[in-house]
DNA sequence: CAACTATTCAATAGATTACTTGAATAGTGA
DNA sequence: TCACTATTCAAGTAATCTATTGAATAGTTG
């Protein structure tokens, strides 16, 4: 083999990589994943694309060692391989971010109250709490809560929010947290919170990238 | 626009740097700009790619924000636009290198003596440098080492390097380094020091690693 | 064993991508 | 202005990718 056709190969290997993270429908399916092992129908109700469609997709991810799998009866549970591909999609969003003017824009279009929810920042937090000065509330659906989950978060789905706000304290501060920077749920959380009278701020990433972090988890067994 | 809309409209966007990262002769064309600004032509004559194509591969990469340009007289340079993309690239070739059996499989099998070269860590190196106990060697091309190299580092190009022996004093310590972790000019150049009876080691990462990285580094005005 | 379910496979049409070729553009120097 | 150079643009072809459809496989349940 010549050195050139080595230095092609390599990076033609690379391009794999890329390749897997080149559709869009591949990503959400990833993000959806980092959340914790899924099953091809679930993948494939909440990224709204055909059982087969999905199916397919996950065995390129699969095939680049994005995603792992197990088969445990009919179903087939689908996982991050390992935590640096967390990381690759964070880098790759960071980019995107700080390099596209089309996301820009297209957070400022639809998250219009974007500048008002300001971040939290994980160690901030995590005193907080220690003080109990915050109410930590995951906006996830239950199944990704039960995966795993910020420390004595209390679960509330967005849907289901406006049933629960008396399990909340006027005047005790909320931190509301979902999958991940651009999760639209926590957004949204923040703000109807804040309707209501709430005070209510937005935590910057989600839970991979908390867990990711290495900041400490639960999960319910 | 819809929730489900926004959400698609934004993954479709990070989709757009993993498309633009999902091509073997763009990857290449990124790592050699990464070792600093270079024109069309050069990328050209490197990559082996013919003028125009090259130039339809650097707009897709400046589409995405991954290289910026800039024009001067006839020529157009393009460099990487932020420290980040080399971050991106980074952890990408990482989750190949950690995820794809044919990395590994490709490295074993150009790289034979790759275990016998044990590559020096980065603070490790700058210790050795201190104490003078250290020759660091950059074995890439002339350009690339005036645009920026590690303090103190001698230029020597592997192609030179036989020419040059005399300017390498045997039993002091000699560390080499190149483009990146895989660019093959650091491997065989300590392969060769070696066997002229040097004791010669490899810089893990190359210089743009190095760069950001955060330590410092010299340029030739 | 037969009916059923979850997933994967295979074939297809339409869209996209990579590379080549040759022309167009923009800047330089005589 | 004219010849020259570096780069970009535009058109065409072959190859690849995406999503759909319907069938095949493998495991479960009665």
């Given at each position: 083999m010549s050195k050139i056709n080595f230095k092609q190969q390599l990076f033609a290997q690379f391009a794999r990589i890329g390749k897997a993270m080149s559709n869009g429908n591949r990503l959400e399916l990833l993000e959806f994943i980092a959340q914790g092992e899924r099953s091809v129908e679930e993948l494939a109700k909440v990224s709204g694309l055909t059982v087969a469609n999905t199916s397919q997709h996950l065995q390129q991810l699969r095939q680049t060692g994005l995603v792992a799998c197990r088969k445990e009866g009919l179903k087939v549970y689908y996982r991050i391989s390992d935590n640096d591909v967390i990381e690759l999609f964070g880098a790759l969003r960071g980019v995107a971010e700080r390099h596209l003017a089309e996301v820009d824009q297209l957070v400022q279009t639809y998250l219009t109250t974007k500048d008002n929810l300001e971040p939290v920042a994980h160690a901030e937090l995590l005193e907080r709490v220690r003080d109990g000065l915050v109410t930590v509330l995951d906006v996830r659906p239950h199944e990704e809560y039960a995966a795993g989950h910020l420390p004595g978060a209390l679960n509330i789905p967005l849907n289901e929010l406006e049933g629960h706000l008396d399990e909340l304290e006027q005047g005790h501060e909320i931190v509301a947290y979902c999958r991940?920077?651009?999760?639209?749920l926590a957004f949204e959380a923040v703000a109807r919170l804040r309707e209501k009278g709430f005070t209510a701020h937005r935590l910057e990433d989600g839970y991979p990238e908390w867990m990711v972090g290495g900041m400490p988890t639960e999960k319910i067994q």
């Amino acid at each position: 083999m010549s050195k050139i056709n080595f230095k092609q190969q390599l990076f033609a290997q690379f391009a794999r990589i890329g390749k897997a993270m080149s559709n869009g429908n591949r990503l959400e399916l990833l993000e959806f994943i980092a959340q914790g092992e899924r099953s091809v129908e679930e993948l494939a109700k909440v990224s709204g694309l055909t059982v087969a469609n999905t199916s397919q997709h996950l065995q390129q991810l699969r095939q680049t060692g994005l995603v792992a799998c197990r088969k445990e009866g009919l179903k087939v549970y689908y996982r991050i391989s390992d935590n640096d591909v967390i990381e690759l999609f964070g880098a790759l969003r960071g980019v995107a971010e700080r390099h596209l003017a089309e996301v820009d824009q297209l957070v400022q279009t639809y998250l219009t109250t974007k500048d008002n929810l300001e971040p939290v920042a994980h160690a901030e937090l995590l005193e907080r709490v220690r003080d109990g000065l915050v109410t930590v509330l995951d906006v996830r659906p239950h199944e990704e809560y039960a995966a795993g989950h910020l420390p004595g978060a209390l679960n509330i789905p967005l849907n289901e929010l406006e049933g629960h706000l008396d399990e909340l304290e006027q005047g005790h501060e909320i931190v509301a947290y979902c999958r991940g920077p651009h999760c639209i749920l926590a957004f949204e959380a923040v703000a109807r919170l804040r309707e209501k009278g709430f005070t209510a701020h937005r935590l910057e990433d989600g839970y991979p990238e908390w867990m990711v972090g290495g900041m400490p988890t639960e999960k319910i067994q």
